[in-house]
């Protein structure tokens, strides 16, 4: 299914061509403009040619199945793209010319426990074909209930699939609505399952056809079972949206009440599902945490026996090395235990990363997955994923994370409070002084500070307040520019500028090219003699950790080399007990 999904979701007629993005206009040497033919119209033939080489191969192999599922692709592939004239004949309106393109006999053929369920409704439906699906159904009786007998490798769809699953898999957006209607209005099961499980819901949004899920949340509003479970590990069609789509599919989901909160059988959340899929973004992350009861550092565990067997099946495979270590063994064995930023790293996602580290995922920079890997252990096995490292790496030894989140959160429920009491016209003011990662008008920027182990950051001190003092400090760094360093930062500033006013603020300015008065002169000594100090403090703390640590080792030697010598006496012993037992022996024989 993922195969299928991957060449089906995204036909290329529907993707931004580099000519259309520019509006099918170049520059000339001259400087004059230039329009340039569209890249989709020398596609098309293409496109074409492959699709009839596809077609007639199958016909002349006798394989009537495959000729008709292509027949009925072809207006989904050739979506966005100039059809030449033979193309067009595959969406005829009218039944007798649909059946005789499509070489069935009859409007009932392949419906029954003989046939395929490939039916020509299924394809009509498919194939977007309205006029034809609708007189198929009120004139010529078709089965709205008939379901696939097998697995299909063109469509993605395993057996039971039934005409609205087809639907929505490959049915063109703009035929999606009304195909949709007909359909449903003919009685058909909008939670119809397939013998894994997947209702139409799970279809649409695993191939992400956004027009039919929005069409079928339309029309079965009420009767649908937004959160219906996949059978083999009880995924909902808002799991399948966060792993396979896109941000626009999460969102309808999310709107028409999708649970956020669900947990597959084997331990995946929503967020874990996210990090996972290629086409995520911050934007889809935050929306599936919009609520707040989306835990960042939950961990993935199985929730059934079931689960919990396969994984740790997949635990003893890596470290028994009886088999090849696959991508498929790996990627299940560090599964559990790892948290959605183990899942981000595993994949090099690092702008994910970011969004996590940022959103209070500082915890699982040191949770162990049950392979025994932290998130950057699993960005170096499965990379190398440079970027993803690098960030993970400066998480760790950034020790303000949690303090940034925490003040983040925190003024952003002081942006609500306060425009829940503001006066009217008052709303820009609150914006400019409360928006997180900036300072409040009237800041004094202090430059920048090196931290992290050369991992720089922009540090700004707060704005004035009322009498124009400064009043608070944000920056980052590691042990030499965190928490520690930023506290003392602000008693110092405090006791030595006491009244600094706003109408100040550019002689305090440490930037390239500002004015270096004697108060910035003194600010910049304070800064460079606190980040020494804090420097020699942190240099005797590792000194002191590694005398220790080098002690508790010569002790471990030390209790080894005893036991070790108890051992050799003990061996000496039975030995030489050995050797008088064999002289008995001798000597009585």
């Known amino acids: 299914m993922m195969a299928c999904q991957a060449c089906l979701s995204r036909p290329p007629g529907c993707g931004t061509f580099t000519c259309c ?47 008709r599922k292509w027949c009925a ?56 074909n309205v006029p034809v699906a609708r007189a198929l159904i009120d004139t010529h009786g078709a089965d709205i209930h008939i379901a696939t007998h097998r697995f299909d490798t063109t469509f993605g769809l395993d057996k039971g699939g039934a005409p609205l699953h087809g639907a929505m898999i490959v049915c063109p957006p703009q035929y999606a609505d009304q195909m949709v209607r007909v359909l449903l209005a003919a009685c058909a099961d909008p939670n119809q399952r397939t013998k894994a499980g997947m209702t139409p819901l799970h279809a649409g949004a695993a ?32 799991s399948f949206a966060v792993y396979l789509s896109t941000t626009e599919m999460v969102a309808t989901l999310i709107d028409a009440g999708a649970d956020v909160t669900h947990v597959n059988d084997a331990g995946g959340t929503m967020l874990i599902g996210a990090v996972q899929n290629p086409a995520a973004t911050p934007e889809m992350l935050e929306l599936l945490c919009a609520s ?61 990363v970011d969004w996590l580290l940022e959103n209070g995922a500082h915890k699982s920079l040191n949770v162990h997955d049950k392979m025994g890997s932290t998130a950057i252990d699993v960005a170096h096995i499965f990379g190398p994923f440079p970027e993803a490292e690098s960030r993970l790496g400066a998480g760790m030894l950034d020790d303000t994370l949690h303090t940034r989140y925490v003040l983040r959160q925190g003024n952003l429920l002081r942006e609500q409070d306060a425009h829940a009491s503001a006066p009217v016209g008052a709303a820009g003011a609150l914006d400019e002084e409360f928006e997180p990662g900036r300072a409040p008008a009237g800041a004094h920027h202090v430059g920048q500070l090196q931290g992290n182990g050369g991992h720089g950051s922009s540090n700004n001190v707060g704005g004035d307040d009322a009498n124009g003092d400064i009043v608070s400090v944000s920056g980052g760094g590691g042990e030499a520019g965190g928490g520690g360093v930023w506290s003392s930062v602000t008693d110092a500033i405090a006791k030595s500028f006491p009244s600094r006013r706003t109408s100040d603020a550019s002689q305090v300015a440490l930037g390239e090219g500002a004015p270096q008065t004697s108060d910035s002169v003194r600010l910049r000594a304070m800064l460079e003699a606190i980040v020494e100090a804090q420097t020699r403090t942190l240099a005797a703390r590792l000194t002191a950790d590694n005398a220790a640590l080098r002690a508790e080792l010569e002790a471990q030697t030390r209790t080894l080399t005893t036991d070790n010598m108890a051992m050799r006496n003990e061996i000496t012993a039975i030995s030489t007990q050995i050797t008088g037992l064999r002289a008995g022996l001798n000597l009585s024989a």
């Open 21 to 67: 993005a520019r509006n099918h206009r170049m520059p000339n040497p001259d400087g004059t403009w230039r329009t340039i033919p569209c890249d989709k119209e020398a596609l098309g033939p293409v496109m074409w040619t492959m699709l009839s080489s596809l077609m007639q191969y199958a016909l002349g192999d006798e394989r009537l199945d495959e000729y």
């Open 73 to 128: 692709l072809v207006p989904h592939i050739m979506q966005g793209l100039p059809m030449p004239a033979e193309a067009a004949l595959y969406s005829s309106a009218t039944v007798p010319d649909f059946l005789r393109i499509f070489r069935f006999k009859t409007s009932s053929d392949e419906e029954g426990k003989r046939g395929s369920g490939y039916s020509p409704l299924f394809l009509a439906a498919t194939s977007g």
């Open 207 to 238: 191939f992400h056809n956004l027009a039919s899920v929005k069409a079928l949340l339309k029309h079965a509003e009420g009767k649908l079972r937004i959160d219906a479970g996949f059978k083999s590990n009880n995924a909902s069609p808002l």
């Open 292 to 352: 707040n009861q989306t835990n960042v550092n939950q961990e993935y565990m199985p929730r059934t026996r079931k689960w919990y067997l396969i994984l740790r099946l997949f635990e003893c495979l890596c470290k028994s090395r009886f088999v090849s270590n696959t991508d498929l063994i790996m990627e299940m064995a560090h599964g559990r235990g790892g948290t959605a930023l183990h899942f981000a790293a595993m994949n090099g996602h690092a702008h994910l």
